[in-house]
């Protein structure tokens, strides 16, 4: 193998570190790197499936481990036969964790969509949640640093930015002034005039700060798609959690802008089988899915992550909590289908990516025409759905 190989898991945090790291780490050879999650007992076995693949695939490169399982589970991701080396979480973008030259930073690669970590760690305690354990702090990247990612990218031809963090909305409460995330929209927008299409991954619905509320509800180039750090449909489950907002607080926002956007697409994040849900919070949790017309769900079923105080309350039975995932999966993929069945016959522009695909601004994904440029938007009209594209 010649250019390094970044196996990427998990989070949009991750695919934004793993280019930085494929541009820092351009000039080595024979390296395989392992971006690690462990966000879920599930993440952890996927995340030790890929090592041992990585090593099937390149017996004689190094390999290397980063990321959140790097962190939280050190100890026994470092005893793996496979694994050559660990760096850890937070000096996965420091040259001098690998031995890199680091006098400049390097050009990303072109990219039609890309990622901009401007947050990163959390200083919330949700009950359930390792993160903080493997991110630390929150803190946040400088307005200025922010801008010249942005450039750096719009040079490289990219089409689309999306900002990402672990906690998106707290960005900026550790700069002077303590500035809020519309803030930080507000500033790319009128320094990029160009810039086609900005895009926010998740966030916690209560942090949304007025200005970038109206962002959301009024400006064409930020994508109408509002995805949710939103974990449970029902008030007590919430409340166990130690999330900070309702199901009211949630139901609110949505309606707010919806009323303003209404082809606005909404996702979220829903944890089936959280200790001491009961059938009534789990219907709770089917129906936020209707009220918020989510349609771009993650469902995770529940898994008791070490040394949280979540993994100490009374368990739902693992069989229960599989059957209520599916549950929430069959609900939500109803949801889904039929949004995109409303979607046939309106013209779409489509940014173009590699592979015949492309997203609409609410993420629909759309099969291009034959012969379709990367990098470049298309109007397309679909006729009809096939294997989960507009088509």
């Not at 945090?13 to 050879?29: C, D, V």
């Not at 490169?61 to 080396?85: K, P, Y």
Request: glycine share 8%; charged share 20%.
């Amino acid at each position: 193998m010649n250019a390094p190989q970044i196996v990427t898991l998990g989070c949009r945090m991750n695919i934004a570190e793993s280019e930085r790291m494929r541009a820092m780490l351009a000039g080595e050879r024979d390296l395989v790197v392992v971006n690690s999650c462990a966000v879920t007992g599930e993440a952890l076995r996927q995340t030790r499936q890929a090592i041992r693949r990585a090593r099937r695939d390149h017996p004689q490169a190094r390999l290397v481990v980063t990321g959140c399982a790097a962190e939280i589970d050190r100890a026994s991701i470092g005893t793996m036969d496979e694994v050559d080396a660990l760096v850890a979480n937070a000096a996965k973008l420091d040259p001098r964790a690998w031995n890199v030259p680091g006098e400049a930073p390097a050009m990303p690669a072109a990219r039609t969509r890309a990622f901009i970590a401007v947050q990163n760690g959390c200083d919330h305690a949700c009950t359930f949640c390792v993160i903080p354990q493997g991110r630390g702090a929150s803190r946040s990247l400088t307005v200025a640093r922010v801008l010249e990612e942005v450039g750096q990218h719009c040079a490289a031809g990219a089409q689309e930015i999306v900002l990402t963090g672990v906690d998106l909305t707290s960005w900026g409460h550790d700069l002077p002034n303590a500035p809020r995330l519309g803030t930080l929209v507000q500033a790319i927008l009128d320094t990029y005039p160009r810039l086609c299409r900005l895009r926010l991954s998740s966030m916690d619905g209560i942090e949304i700060d007025p200005l970038l509320f109206d962002l959301i509800a009024h400006e064409a180039r930020v994508m109408p798609h509002l995805h949710l750090s939103l974990q449970h449909g029902a008030d007590l489950i919430l409340k166990r959690m130690k999330r900070r907002h309702s199901r009211a607080d949630a139901v609110e926002l949505v309606s707010r802008l919806k009323a303003l956007r209404p082809g606005i697409a909404v996702g979220a994040d829903l944890i089936a089988g959280f200790p001491t849900e009961d059938a009534g919070h789990h219907a709770e949790n089917l129906a936020i899915i209707d009220a918020l017309d989510i349609v771009h769900a993650h469902i995770f079923p529940y898994s008791p992550r070490p040394g949280t105080p979540a993994a100490r309350m009374p368990q739902v039975a693992r069989e229960v909590v599989k059957a209520r995932a599916a549950d929430l999966r069959a609900r939500a993929a109803a949801r889904r289908t039929a949004w995109l069945g409303s979607l046939v016959g309106e013209t779409l522009p489509v940014l173009a990516e590699r592979g015949g695909t492309g997203y609409a601004p609410n993420y629909a994904p759309v099969a291009l025409p034959e012969g379709s440029t990367p990098g470049t938007i298309i109007d397309v009209t679909p006729s009809g759905l096939r294997e989960g594209l507009l088509a």
